[in-house]
């Protein structure tokens, strides 16, 4: 008797478990992939991708795979999802397009999606930025696509670009054409600017937390940070390194024109910029030549060629049009690099070394022999020309009377 009540229920059992398995809906993935961008994230770098919940709680279910290549190439085949939406998790190192260079630390970078109709996902800072809001947004009651949309606009918001066509965040692609990608790139680079990765890092969670509640930057220290480093930015450099890194890699990119989106934000935004070069009145050689206050130097006395420089900028100083002499011992120049004096043109430049620290030397003035054609303002009087930054063109001009 026993044997005969057995079949019965092993048969109910096997029934229940295919229709479960029915209910479920999985959604089997044949192949996803995509790129991992800062700039290009290398070869090694680890990807996680996480399945989700409709309230894009993580249910456990994890498949992983890595970069395949410098391009930040990855790709997973084959995987079974029983929700239509994932998290993906990048933390590799990466290119730095700002300094042309392989960064020293790894970056974890995270994107939101539904996969339902994607064969393709990038991760990248818009898509990491935009995280923590879609999910207190489908919290408060609003779907996937509505707070996609949402937290993506108001991230853009923060850098005074407005555009609602955009696409996802996560299939936008710095190397290749197209406002998007532009608007992408810029945001990337604007973030970046002259940080670590650490301090990087930092930037991404403090204004990911910042947002999160009502989708404002409300903090001007964080608005601050950004401005000071984006309007320090060598876009031609920019330009001009990633470039040259998609053709080292084999690859044919179009680097979009993210220069008038950092530009929009350069020009627009009202948070404060405190990162200007500093020429103070005096250091420890003595009074300062570029201290805008004074005109009005002695000949043949100790003057001081000063300048603090914030983290990221540079600076060069051209004299022109009379006779000074610096001194190169005991106290030589300080973060400065001088070139030859030019006798063609009685001029001579003063170059910084280094970002984020201070220049200076001992300089001291003569009369000259006297040549109008080049110093038109006469003989008693030198012309300081100041190129902060990289500019073509000075900044500004100063002209020194000698006594």
Not at 315 to 320: A, C, G, M, N
């Given at each position: 008797?026993?044997?005969?009540?057995?079949?019965?229920?092993?048969?109910?059992?096997?029934?229940?478990?295919?229709?479960?398995?029915?209910?479920?809906?999985?959604?089997?993935?044949?192949?996803?992939k995509g790129y991992v961008q800062k700039g290009p994230y290398l070869n090694g770098t680890a990807i996680?991708?996480?399945?989700?919940?409709?309230?894009v709680i993580p249910s456990g279910r994890t498949f992983s795979t890595q970069i395949l290549d410098n391009r930040g190439t990855f790709e997973i085949k084959n995987i079974e999802?029983?929700?239509?939406?994932?998290?993906?998790?990048a933390d590799g190192f990466y290119f730095n397009e700002i300094n042309n260079e392989n960064s020293t630390a790894q970056?974890?970078?995270?994107?939101?999606?539904?996969?339902?109709?994607?064969?393709?996902?990038?991760?990248?800072?818009?898509s990491s930025l935009e995280k923590g809001r879609v999910e207190?947004?489908?919290?408060?009651?609003?779907t996937f696509s509505e707070a996609k949309k949402q937290a993506q606009a108001e991230i853009l918001k923060i850098f005074e670009i407005e555009k609602t066509d955009i696409n996802e965040s996560e299939l936008l692609d710095i190397s290749k054409d197209g406002d998007d990608n532009a608007i992408l790139l810029?945001?990337?680079?604007?973030?970046?600017?002259?940080?670590?990765?650490?301090?990087?890092?930092?930037?991404?969670?403090?204004?990911s937390t910042d947002i999160r509640e009502d989708g404002e930057l409300n903090s001007s220290v964080l608005g601050t940070d950004l401005i000071n480093h984006a309007k320090l930015l060598n876009m031609p450099k920019i330009r001009e390194n990633l470039e040259y890194r998609y053709e080292e890699l084999g690859v044919t990119a179009i680097i979009p024109d993210f220069e008038k989106y950092v530009k929009l934000f350069q020009d627009s935004s009202d948070f404060e910029f405190t990162s200007s070069i500093e020429y103070p009145e005096?250091?420890?050689?003595?009074?300062?030549?570029?201290?805008?206050?004074?005109?009005?130097?002695?000949?043949?006395?100790?003057?001081?060629?000063?300048a603090n420089l914030p983290i990221g900028v540079s600076?060069?100083?051209?004299?022109?049009g009379g006779m000074w002499y610096y001194q190169f011992a005991p106290n030589g120049p300080v973060n400065w690099k001088v070139s030859q004096y030019n006798y063609t043109d009685k001029s001579q430049i003063f170059t910084s070394i280094e970002s984020g620290k201070t220049c200076d030397l001992i300089i001291q003035f003569e009369y000259s022999s006297g040549n109008d054609t080049i110093n038109p303002t006469g003989s008693d009087s030198i012309i300081v020309e100041f190129y902060e930054n990289l500019v073509e063109v000075p900044n500004k001009t100063k002209v020194i009377y000698l006594e």
């Open positions: 008797m026993k044997s005969i009540w057995l079949l019965p229920i092993l048969g109910m059992l096997l029934i229940i478990s295919s229709c479960e398995k029915e209910d479920q809906g999985n959604l089997l993935i044949d192949n996803v996680t991708i996480s399945e989700l919940s409709d309230e999802l029983s929700s239509e939406f994932v998290e993906l998790k970056l974890t970078l995270f994107a939101l999606s539904n996969i339902s109709d994607k064969t393709t996902l990038n991760v990248n800072v818009l207190y947004l489908i919290s408060g009651g609003s810029a945001i990337s680079v604007i973030l970046h600017g002259y940080r670590t990765v650490a301090e990087l890092a930092e930037l991404i969670a403090n204004i005096y250091s420890d050689y003595g009074e300062n030549i570029l201290f805008d206050g004074k005109s009005n130097f002695k000949t043949n006395h100790d003057y001081s060629l000063a600076l060069e100083i051209i004299l022109r």
